[in-house]
């Protein structure tokens, strides 16, 4: 089952701006994490945020949690050519414990 | 640490065989396992839930019969893909979760399945 909706869709940058990804989600969970797959690859797990948070930082990238909405971002600032790849945000929903996927966002950043 | 291994990561098999991707986890133990199944451009869609020593639990419109899955140790679940057809054709992911405590998933790398 499907839980989250990201957008957009798809994205199309250049290098050095910033990319901003939204996920909306429906129910409630522990945490939710944001992933990055490049084609045909496996997933990289990029950040965790939990419920009780609100923001969070590693290197370049920027994840928002607002439970009220239901909703969390991920920014990713000066972007490179290096980050095209697929960003994917999961949720790990308090019941039932297991994660589920949103739909995606495809990333592509030009040099 | 956490480091799941999954294989194999590329298989080619004839339609009406069956496939069995391994999911191990190598330095932890997992309570549960999760597989997933990815179409090209699509995101992730969870197949079922295992735990270990039980029967796994399976999302709405997954065959359990198709896809028999068998989490029969704490490291070790398998997922057999039974009489496949081309529109089995996927990639296929697991994940585990750890027993001891640490709030996590880990992922292993994938099986490119395809179906001739």
């Known amino acids: 089952s499907q839980q989250g909706e990201e957008d957009p869709q798809a994205l199309s940058i250049q290098e050095g701006e910033n990319a901003t990804m939204n996920c909306s989600y429906k129910?409630?969970?522990?945490?939710l994490q944001w992933y990055r797959q490049n084609s045909g690859r496996g997933l990289v797990h990029l950040i965790l945020i939990r419920s009780n948070e609100r923001e969070k930082h590693s290197g370049r990238l920027r994840v928002t949690l607002d439970t009220s909405k239901k909703s969390s971002s991920l920014l990713i600032t000066a972007s490179r050519a290096a980050d095209t790849a697929s960003y994917f945000c999961a949720t790990d929903e308090r019941k039932g414990g297991k994660l589920i996927f949103g739909q995606g966002t495809e990333l592509s950043v030009k040099p | 640490g956490a480091v799941v291994s999954q294989h194999p990561s590329r298989v080619i098999c004839k339609s009406g065989t069956s496939v069995k991707i391994e999911c191990r986890s190598l330095d932890f133990q997992a309570t549960t396992m999760f597989w997933y199944r990815q179409f090209p451009k699509q995101s992730l869609m969870l197949m079922a839930t295992?735990?270990?020593?039980?029967?796994?639990?399976?999302e709405q419109g997954v065959e359990k019969d198709k896809f028999l899955i068998n989490h029969a140790s704490l490291t070790l679940s398998t997922l057999t893909v039974t009489s496949a057809h081309p529109e089995d054709s996927s990639f296929y992911i697991c994940?585990?979760?750890?027993?001891?405590?640490?709030?996590?998933?880990?992922f292993g790398s994938g099986t490119r399945l395809t179906v001739v």
């Open positions: 129910t409630s969970i522990n945490n």
């Open positions: 994940s585990a979760r750890r027993r001891d405590g640490y709030y996590g998933y880990t």
């Open positions: 295992s735990n270990e020593g039980s029967k796994a639990t399976y």
